[in-house]
């Protein structure tokens, strides 16, 4: 039987169940029992040759695994980058299907399923994000801008700013580079001026604020459930926020309000809707029945 050192297994559970040969080869694993644990299953190799190892059943990765497993194949020296980190910032609603994006100083070859971005990026434009090395939001805005569309990028733009609090201000420095994203991402800022900051609307803004100033964490935005997108989702929990503004006096848009609603409901989501004078003239109430909301469903 093939057994491991408990400090290796810290160090897989670590990295989301994945390891090197290197790294089992500095914790005192001997090769021998690298090549026992392949042949008993424990060891599953990944992208090829390059010596890295799944500890799990296939099909049952944990979180984060293929990012971890990409980066491990790749080097120290990559970093989340492009719509990979786009999506790790929550600006898009996910990554390019099948592939994993990441951006090196060095020129790799990287393994199938495995995009790598030669890119000269600056000490100050990689950022830590939950153990990994990534490309900071204004910098994701950038490598995006040149392969989005115009809406697409409009909707990453309005993403930051909901989840990062970014401004035009903070976009100048990479901006300033020449990049050749640059002229996208001035245009779509330049598309949201003087509005830039409004995002959706204003209510969706001041909406953001109060989840900020009372620590309430943030939602994803605009997802699709079934047939609808709604506003504001906390998908761990089932809660669905939506913000009734202007559109919602439109003649019709309570009967397709109300049909989704309808609809959430039945499918096990608890539904929340404020207006605009009741998320700036009645925070208070606001926040105590979303927190009453959120609050429920942990405990249920």
Do not use: K
């Not at 090769?31 to 990944?46: F, K, N, S, T, Y």
């Not at 592939?99 to 790799?108: G, V």
């Not at 050749?180 to 900051?197: D, K, Q």
């Amino acid at each position: 039987m093939v057994t491991f050192p408990l400090h290796i297994w810290e160090l897989v559970l670590a990295q989301s169940g994945v390891v090197t040969a290197a790294q089992l080869r500095a914790g005192g694993v001997a090769l021998a029992d690298v090549r026992r644990a392949r042949r008993a299953g424990l060891l599953r190799p990944l992208h090829g040759g390059t010596g890295v190892y799944a500890t799990f059943p296939e099909g049952l990765a944990p979180p984060d695994a293929a990012l971890r497993a990409a980066v491990l194949a790749c080097g120290p020296d990559v970093v989340l980058s492009h719509q990979t980190a786009a999506a790790r910032w929550q600006l898009v609603a996910h990554g390019p299907p099948g592939l994993i994006e990441l951006a090196s100083r060095r020129e790799l070859t990287p393994p199938e399923g495995i995009w790598i971005h030669r890119s000269r990026l600056r000490a100050a434009e990689v950022v830590p994000l939950d153990g990994f090395a990534i490309t900071t939001v204004e910098r994701t805005l950038l490598d995006i801008a040149i392969r989005f569309a115009p809406a697409a990028l409009d909707r990453a733009l309005r993403e930051a700013e909901f989840h990062h609090g970014t401004r035009p201000e903070d976009l100048a420095a990479v901006l300033r580079r020449g990049h050749r994203g640059s002229a996208r991402l001035r245009a779509a800022i330049e598309r949201h001026v003087p509005g830039w900051g409004e995002m959706r609307s204003r209510l969706e803004r001041r909406f953001r604020s109060l989840l900020v100033r009372h620590g309430i964490p943030l939602p994803r935005r605009n997802v699709t459930l079934g047939p609808w997108i709604v506003d504001c989702l906390w998908p761990e929990l089932g809660v669905v926020v939506e913000l009734d503004g202007r559109q919602h006096a439109r003649p019709g848009q309570a009967a397709v309000d109300a049909r989704r609603d309808l609809w959430l409901r039945a499918n096990g989501y608890v539904v929340l809707r404020y207006t605009w004078q009741q998320v700036t003239e009645d925070s208070d109430a606001v926040v105590a029945d979303l927190l009453a909301a959120l609050g429920a469903r942990r405990s249920g």
